[in-house]
């Protein structure tokens, strides 16, 4: 299934950003070989929560991939690694600047050997520019990208990440999609190349918005809640249960809104006249319409919404959203059957494509599953797979 089915892919990735990256190009198809180092990758250390002694966070990340477990630091496996990189499309890296040429994998090494390899590189800051040799977090990336000044609640309060590590993800996603831009080059022409983002690139393409108001204004704007920037009343109101998201982001919706509310007042108040008026007088607006909608309940607001065909919806906790029928109609909750944890649900594939559908229904892998099925493609013999496995060079589960 999936576009890049005959795509191989080697992630040689760990936590998070390259682990996306691999998990986004096997749900479309891509065989992706996930290799880990003899103690297995960090997530499976990322517990609680546990399914059977199985690391949640891991099976989340590396669902789709085959997995195969080398000691890189016995030649042997060092060996064996380049062999299989010799008939791979992709490999995935997301360690700090100089770690794979240490190892005699970097791209120029590399593509000595497979000329059309794409060598897709995620790091903190990248692989140019003053912090090209620096670690990174998604929490570093985050604050230096600009995006913590402009999350939380409001001036002068503590500086507030996105719950979420959106610079992982994001640059996960980014580079998946630079993957797919240098396969169709190299469809076309053989060739491979570098494929370099980062999480604090990542992290910066979060602030369109925010940097569209600095770069006009020469300010840098702040916090502002669930509120936008731009549009009012576009944010999360108080209903007498609980909260609604109301998204009222043009002259048309607003004054749907206002019919909708009941309140033909609030229409013909001058501060609320035009999307100007209303941002230039957003506290007030909040006001009025946290007052009327504090008097009925969040389900009665939705269905007279719903019915007016203004866009709003509930805020949701994530379990509520994994329930949630649209959730399920479009296929993001899946399932896999784990030899170890049984039945294990995770996030399905954000993109649906008509002709060459995606998804996977492989299981994360046990530490070294497959090494033995990946190391005789490779053309090992079964007796130097089991002396390599015997020497500790490889694990196998």
């Known amino acids: 299934m999936g576009p890049l089915v005959g795509c191989r892919v080697v992630e040689l990735a760990h936590v998070m950003a390259g682990p996306v990256c691999g998990l986004m190009l096997a749900d479309m198809g891509a065989d992706v070989i996930k290799l880990e180092k003899p103690n297995g990758d960090d997530t499976r250390r990322m517990v609680p929560p546990q399914i059977n002694g199985e690391s949640a966070a891991y099976m989340m990340m590396n669902r789709g991939k085959r997995g195969l477990a080398l000691d ?31 190892l005699g994998l970097g791209y120029e090494s590399l ?86 983002t980062s999480l604090f690139e990542a992290a910066i ?4 918005w925010q940097s569209a108001i600095a770069f006009a204004t020469g300010e840098a704007p702040g916090p502002m809640g669930s509120a936008h920037p731009l549009n009012a009343p576009y944010q999360a109101f108080e209903t007498a249960d609980g909260w609604v998201n109301v998204g009222a982001a043009n002259q048309r919706n607003w004054e749907r809104l206002v019919a909708i509310l009941g309140a033909p007042g609030l229409a013909a108040d001058p501060r609320f006249a035009t999307n100007a008026e209303r941002m230039a ?34 805020v949701l906790d ?54 033995r099925e990946i190391l005789a493609e490779a053309g090992y013999a079964p007796a130097e797979i089991e002396a390599m496995i015997g020497s500790g060079a490889a694990i196998a589960a």
Do not use: C
Request: charged share 20%; net charge positive.
């Open 111 to 196: 593509r000595a050997e497979n000329p059309g390899l794409i060598y897709v590189s995620i790091s903190g800051f990248g692989r140019s520019g003053p912090y090209a040799d620096r670690g990174g977090f998604d929490l570093i990336a985050q604050g230096m990208s600009g995006l913590m000044s402009i999350t939380g609640e409001g001036t002068g309060r503590p500086p507030v990440k996105v719950g979420a590590p959106v610079s992982d993800i994001t640059a996960g996603i980014l580079a998946a999609m630079g993957v797919s831009a240098a396969y169709a080059h190299k469809l076309r022409t053989g060739q491979g190349q570098v494929v370099d």
């Open 72 to 102: 890189l630091k016995a030649p042997e496996a060092a060996d064996a690694l380049r062999r299989l990189l010799r008939g791979a499309d992709v490999v995935i890296e997301n360690y700090r600047a100089g770690t794979m040429e240490k």
């Open 281 to 314: 007088h957003r506290v007030e607006l909040e006001a009025a319409l946290n007052a009327i909608l504090r008097t009925r309940p969040t389900a009665a607001w939705l269905a007279e919404f719903d019915a007016g065909g203004l866009p709003a919806g509930p």
């Open 205 to 208: 393409t979060h602030t369109y």
């Open 318 to 371: 994530v379990r509520q959203m994994h329930a949630d029928p649209q959730t399920r109609a479009r296929d993001m909750v899946v399932a896999t059957d784990h030899p170890v944890a049984g039945r294990v649900e995770a996030i399905g594939l954000p993109v649906k494509f008509s002709a060459t559908p995606g998804g996977s229904t492989r299981p994360a892998p046990l530490l070294g599953q497959h090494t």
